[in-house]
């Protein structure tokens, strides 16, 4: 077989369909985000706002998180040691999974490098706990979610997506005596529509099923002192396992679960994607630490970040262009065909130094590409402008589809 020619087959069939991906080479600079520089190709430099990162609130540049992060380096080094089970477990890792388990009102939390690793250790490991597990899974859940689900070697069921009644007669159908879980996001990422906690918790009540939450991209931006949507409902008590990132809203890194005692004692005792990985170093623990700590307080950044999305929301309507709005800080542009997309992020880029990567296939199905534009607290008036003429100057010269999707 000619291995070097399948891989050229492979990447031209991206090319092909308009989905090969290129990644800028970007700075940020410290204390000036959303404002970054670009490196181009011929070595020359771009001033661009980047309007696609999921530092949701700009805490990622913020004295208390930097400085946290800074004396964690000058007391502890760079790295952790090893994983956690050898010597990579510090008072840094501690101390923020007691910051997490606060946040979301649980008795314990557990901490992994990525959200991606702590939903598919979490879900993955379920069944070993409980033979027989069956785990229901919103059909639009993250890949994360999805591959914990299929590892775990027990039974699934695919839930249309936001689907109640879909998800009752799924239980239904299913022996009342077997042990469930059902796995759902509370806020989708790609069209940012909000999961029906409170029904879903319902019907868990109904048929004895555990609950498993992804509030990756609500942490710090919803909830009177960030714990996400289930907390800004007040159902955070009825969710049994809370699943959240580092990296969004908290500006670091990193992700976790957040249950009982003895769920997180389970997950660490027996999922290889917690034994086997390196920690997190102490100084990244000890600035999402802090970052959890003071956006805990920090209501004014969350009020400021939901403006912020309403009144770039409002812009755009009234420009005609397609948005779908269902109320929270995402605000995804309808484009509908992959090559005009790319040909759309190419040119706001190079002609506006405005930074948004289309999103396509596999994120999102066919026929939906988009621009996801994430507004942030730091994203002024000025940036907004910005986009806004950017966007209907190109929509109107690239004779793009100004009618409006229901939202």
Known sequence: MDYIAQLDTAIARLHDEGRYRTFIDIERRNGHFPHAVRTRPDGSQQNITVWCGNDYLGIGQHPVVLKAMHEAVDAAGAGSGGTRNSSGTTISHKR????????????????????????????????????????????????????????NGGAKRICRHNDVAHLRELLEADDPKAPKLIAFESVYSMDGDFGPIEEICDLADEFGALTYIDEVHAVGMYGPRGGGVSERDRLAHRIDIINGTLAKAFGVMGGYIAASEKMCDTVRSYAPGFIFTTSLPPAVAAGAEASVAYLKTASELREQHQTRAKILKLRLKRMGLPLIDHGSHIVPVIVGNPVHTKKLSDMLLDDYGIYVQPINFPAVPRGTERLRLTPSPVHGSAEIDQLVNGLITLWAQCELNRTELAG
């Open 96 to 151: 923020l999974e007691a910051e997490l388990a606060d946040l979301h009102g649980k008795e314990s939390a557990l901490l992994f490098t990525s959200a991606y690793i702590a939903n598919d250790a979490t879900l993955s490991t379920r069944p070993k706990l409980f033979p027989g597990l069956i785990i229901y899974s919103d059909e639009l859940n993250h890949a994360s979610m999805i591959e914990g689900a299929r590892r």
